[in-house]
C-alpha cells in the first residue's frame, strides 16, 4: 500500500546489544503497547531517550539528513503522552514526534539539533510492574560520520526493497490508482452533528471505492491509509509518487461555518491561487491537517521543486483539471452538487508534481441533508458508479493519448 520501507535493524546497527535486543522483541503479544512516558537525558555528548512502554518492543531506526532525522519504527503503540511533549530542544533532539505511520507500526521522528548516530539500543527494567524503558543512546559525531551513517541507512533500505511487492508492482502493468482517504487518527477532521467523524465517513466511502474498481479488475488501487491512522500530508504525497500513481484522490467530507445552507458535493484541483475565500480558507484548514495532529510541520517545510518538476506539475495539473471536469459531469446526475462544483485552491496533498490528483469533498457535515445522503448506502452506490465511470473515460482517453505518441516521432 504505502511506499515499502523496510528498515535498518538497530539490532545489527549496535554492537554488542544484539542478544538483548533479541530477547528484547520475545514478548510482543497481540495487544496494544502503551507508552506512558518519555524523559530526555543529556550527558557530554551524549542523549539518552527513553520510552516506558508496557512491554518490551523491537525497533528499527534509520538516519535521514537534510533535514537530520532519526526515524524510530515500532510495533503498533498508543502514546499516552502529554500534548505538547517533544516540543522543546534537549541535548541532541531538536524536537520529536510520534504517531500511528501504518497499520500495526508506529513511528517516533527525532528531529536532531546536531549530527549524531545511534550508539546503543537496549532495554532497560522499570519501576512500574511488568514494564520496560527502552533507552536509545545517542552521541554527536560530525557531520561527515553522520553522512556516511546515513547513507548506509539508506543502502540497506535499497537493498531490502527488492522484495515481493516491489517485483509485483513492476510486473503489473495497470494503471495506479491511489484513493487518500483524509485524516485519521489523531486528526479527526470535521465531525458532524451525530457525532460521526469525517475521517470515519471518508474511509468507509475510500474503501467502498477501491472495492468497486478492484472488482472492474484494470487497476491497481493503492490506499494511503486503510485504517483510523494519523498519515502526514507528505506522507500521502510521497505515497503517491512511491507507488507510480496515474491518478490520486482524496477524499474529504468538511464542515463549514456558513451553516446548513451551504451544501453539495465539490471538487478540487491543486492551485496557487485559489478560485475563491471560501476554497482558500478550506485548503489552509487541512494544510493545518499535521498540526492539528499536534506534530509541527510533520515532514519539515514542503519539498522545494526546482524548475523540471515545476514545469512537469503544470504539465499534470491539465490532466487533473481535466480529470476533476469529467468527475463533476459524471456526478452531476446522481450526487447534489455544490453551486460552485470546480473549484481550485492550494491544498499542500495535491502537490504530487508527476501524479494527476483532485480533491474530492463529497458534501457537508455541517449539512443535515448532506449528512443523511452520505450515510446512505444508496447515495454512496450512485456516487461511487459516477466516480469509477469517470475514472474509466478518463484513463480510456489518456491511454490513446500515450498509445498515439508512443509511435509519433
Ligand atoms: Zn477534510
Not at 493545518?288 to 519539515?300: E, L, N, T
Request: glycine residues 8%; charged residues 25%; hydrophobic residues 45%.
Amino acid at each position: 500500500m504505502r511506499h515499502v520501507c523496510f528498515w535498518l535493524l538497530a539490532a545489527l546497527a549496535v554492537a554488542g546489544s544484539a542478544e538483548a535486543w533479541a530477547a528484547a522483541g520475545a514478548g510482543q503479544g497481540n495487544k496494544t503497547v502503551v507508552a506512558a512516558d518519555v524523559a530526555v537525558e543529556v550527558e557530554g555528548s551524549q542523549t539518552r531517550f527513553k520510552v516506558t512502554l508496557s512491554e518490551k518492543v523491537t525497533v528499527q531506526t534509520r538516519l535521514m539528513e537534510r533535514p537530520d532525522r532519526l526515524i524510530v519504527d515500532l510495533p503498533e503503540v498508543a502514546f499516552h503522552l502529554p500534548a505538547n511533549i517533544g516540543r522543546k530542544r534537549e541535548g541532541l533532539i531538536a524536537s520529536y514526534r510520534y504517531g500511528l505511520f501504518a497499520p500495526g507500526r508506529s513511528r517516533v521522528v527525532m528531529d536532531l539539533a546536531q549530527p549524531a548516530v545511534v550508539s546503543a539500543i537496549r532495554t532497560e527494567p522499570s519501576a512500574l510492574s511488568g514494564a520496560a524503558i527502552l533507552v536509545i543512546e545517542l552521541t554527536r559525531v560530525d557531520r561527515e560520520e553522520f553522512r556516511k551513517a546515513a547513507a548506509e541507512s539508506a543502502a540497506e533500505t535499497g537493498k531490502a526493497a527488492s522484495g515481493r511487492a516491489v517485483a509485483e508492482a513492476a510486473t503489473d502493468k495497470r494503471p495506479v490508482i491511489v484513493l487518500d482517504p483524509g485524516h485519521g487518527g489523531v486528526d479527526p477532521g470535521a465531525n458532524a452533528l451525530t457525532g460521526a467523524f469525517e475521517k470515519e465517513i471518508v474511509l468507509s466511502f475510500a474503501q467502498l471505492l477501491k472495492k468497486r474498481l478492484e472488482a472492474q479488475g484494470q487497476y491497481r488501487v493503492v490506499m494511503t491509509r486503510d485504517q483510523d491512522a494519523f498519515i502526514s500530508l507528505g506522507d500521502r504525497v510521497r505515497a503517491a509518487r512511491a507507488a507510480h500513481a496515474d491518478l490520486f484522490i482524496s477524499i474529504h467530507a468538511d464542515s463549514i461555518s456558513g451553516g446548513q445552507e451551504v451544501r453539495g458535493l465539490t471538487v478540487y484541483t491543486g492551485s496557487e491561487r485559489a478560485s475563491d475565500a471560501d476554497s482558500a480558507q478550506l485548503a489552509d484548514r487541512e494544510n493545518k491537517a499535521d498540526a492539528v495532529a499536534g506534530i509541527d510541520s510533520a515532514d519539515g517545510p514542503d519539498e522545494v521543486m526546482d524548475i523540471l518538476q515545476d514545469l512537469t506539475l503544470r504539465e499534470t495539473r491539465s490532466f487533473s483539471h481535466r480529470f476533476a471536469t469529467r468527475l463533476v459531469g459524471e456526478l452531476d446526475s446522481v450526487a447534489r452538487l455544490n453551486k460552485n462544483p470546480r473549484r481550485e485552491a492550494g491544498f499542500r496533498v495535491l502537490r504530487a508534481y508527476d501524479v494527476p490528483s483532485v480533491l474530492v469533498e463529497l458534501g457537508y457535515l455541517s449539512s443535515k441533508q448532506d449528512l443523511d445522503l452520505l450515510m446512505s448506502d444508496e447515495w454512496r452506490g450512485k456516487a461511487i458508479t459516477a466516480m469509477s465511470v469517470a475514472i474509466d473515460r478518463f484513463f480510456a482517453t489518456r491511454l490513446v493519448r500515450q498509445g498515439a505518441a508512443a509511435v509519433l516521432p
